[in-house]
């Protein structure tokens, strides 16, 4: 009965490896994706400032462009001045030229202030940038790493797969089907340590006359409560 124990233990050593690579090779995926997303954001926030940049000398050149339209309107007021005949003709030029002048006034109040964000953005873009690079440096790094392990989860998986395969050549049939039932039914694990007279898959007490039966025979019996086997080892 000492090999079936043997072998019991050294099949769920096999097994329990495997399902770590497995849940592995599903989890390091969904962490490299979501390093992608991190680093996406990161260039996405660096984008956002110089989209932000653009809008603003775009709106500056178009005020820039207005200004320029109301300086032509007042040298063609200017013009026409010397030319009106009424008082009343030249009053109604002298307020469109003042309105004119104003609108120019306002709009190179407009032109400074969008400097004055454009310059506190450029200089918050190099500050964002050199952050940046530095966390982008290190998302890629870890997004490098977690590829590498990813790989070797994979290639030690298929080494154990193909180990776990020629091992159970050596189990006898009614043995591992009753450990390939017990697994299935208790989440993975079929073998468990006895921790004094205490079952340590479902904690709890084992009949006196079963523990006593595991100690004193070494007998391979299952926990009455979860039904896996039960593994007794000396201290």
Not at 87 to 99: D, P, S, V
Not at 147 to 159: G, S
Request: net charge negative.
């Amino acid at each position: 009965m000492d090999s079936d124990i043997d072998t019991l233990l050294k099949l769920q050593q096999l097994d329990l490896k495997i399902d770590n690579l497995k849940k592995a090779i599903e989890k390091l995926p969904e962490e490299i994706k979501a390093l992608e997303k991190e680093k996406s954001e990161l260039i996405l926030k660096f984008d956002k400032i110089k989209n932000e940049i653009n809008h603003l000398e775009a709106l500056k050149r178009e005020k820039e462009l207005d200004i320029q339209t109301y300086e032509d309107k007042i040298l063609k007021i200017q013009s026409s001045l010397e030319k009106v005949k009424t008082n009343e003709e030249y009053k109604a030029l002298l307020r469109e030229k003042a309105h004119a002048e104003e609108a120019i006034m306002e709009l190179e109040d407009e032109i400074l202030n969008i400097m004055e964000e454009i310059e506190n953005l450029k200089e918050e873009e190099i500050k964002l940038k050199e952050i940046i690079e530095k966390e982008k440096v290190q998302i890629e790094q870890k997004i490098l790493a977690k590829e590498k392990e990813l790989e070797k989860a994979k290639n030690d998986l298929e080494k154990l797969l193909k180990e776990r395969e020629a091992f159970l050549k050596t189990v006898r049939p009614p043995l591992l089907s009753k450990y390939e039932m017990i697994r299935k039914k208790r989440n993975g694990k079929a073998v468990v340590i006895v921790d004094s007279d205490t079952c340590t898959g479902c904690f709890m007490i084992i009949p006196p006359k079963v523990y006593s039966d595991l100690v004193k025979s070494r007998k391979l019996l299952t926990c009455p409560h979860c039904g896996r086997f039960l593994i007794y080892q000396e201290d």
